[in-house]
């Protein structure tokens, strides 16, 4: 059985903390209408943001390191964005009869997420290489 690193479960454990609480307060002070769960959206658009650039920043300019990914990656990142409430607002939106506005919604949230990765990553390895 491989043995626990406890440094790195608190570097997964103070990411998740702060990721939570960021999701919390965002979901808190942005308003979200009937129509579109912007919060939601808005969270898991930026937390794929933060991941596609920490992982890219991490893998291929600084030296690896056993806290940082952990922290950002599993800790942060895991704590912050959120699939499963994605999906509860999709079945919402189904289940209040906005069909299309759910299937827009996740649509948009797979689009938008996509992009976000090809966007950050392209833009970390472009000034990575003005550096």
Same mark, same amino acid.
């Given at each position: 059985?491989?043995? @626990?690193?406890?440094?790195?479960?608190?570097?997964? +454990?103070?990411?998740? =903390?702060?990721?939570?609480?960021? %999701? =919390?307060?965002?979901?808190?002070? =942005?308003?979200?209408?009937?129509?579109?769960?912007?919060?939601? +959206?808005?969270?898991?658009?930026?937390?794929? =943001?933060?991941? /596609?650039?920490?992982?890219?920043?991490?893998?291929? %300019?600084?030296? @690896?390191?056993?806290?940082?990914?952990? +922290?950002?990656?599993?800790?942060?990142?895991?704590? +912050?964005?959120?699939?499963?409430?994605?999906?509860?607002?999709?079945?919402?939106? @189904?289940?209040?009869?906005?069909?299309? @506005? /759910?299937?827009?919604?996740?649509?948009?949230?797979?689009?938008?997420?996509?992009?976000?990765?090809?966007?950050?990553?392209?833009?970390?390895?472009?000034?990575?290489?003005?550096?």
């Amino acid at each position: 059985m491989p043995r @626990l690193d406890r440094r790195e479960l608190a570097a997964i +454990f103070a990411g998740g =903390v702060v990721g939570a609480i960021a %999701r =919390v307060w965002i979901g808190r002070h =942005v308003l979200t209408t009937d129509t579109w769960p912007w919060a939601t +959206f808005i969270i898991n658009v930026s937390g794929t =943001v933060v991941l /596609a650039y920490s992982v890219t920043r991490l893998q291929e %300019r600084l030296p @690896l390191s056993t806290y940082r990914r952990p +922290f950002l990656g599993t800790g942060f990142c895991g704590a +912050f964005t959120t699939f499963s409430t994605m999906e509860v607002e999709i079945l919402d939106l @189904l289940r209040a009869g906005h069909t299309a @506005l /759910a299937v827009a919604y996740a649509a948009a949230s797979i689009v938008c997420g996509y992009l976000a990765i090809w966007v950050t990553t392209a833009l970390v390895r472009r000034l990575r290489r003005l550096v």
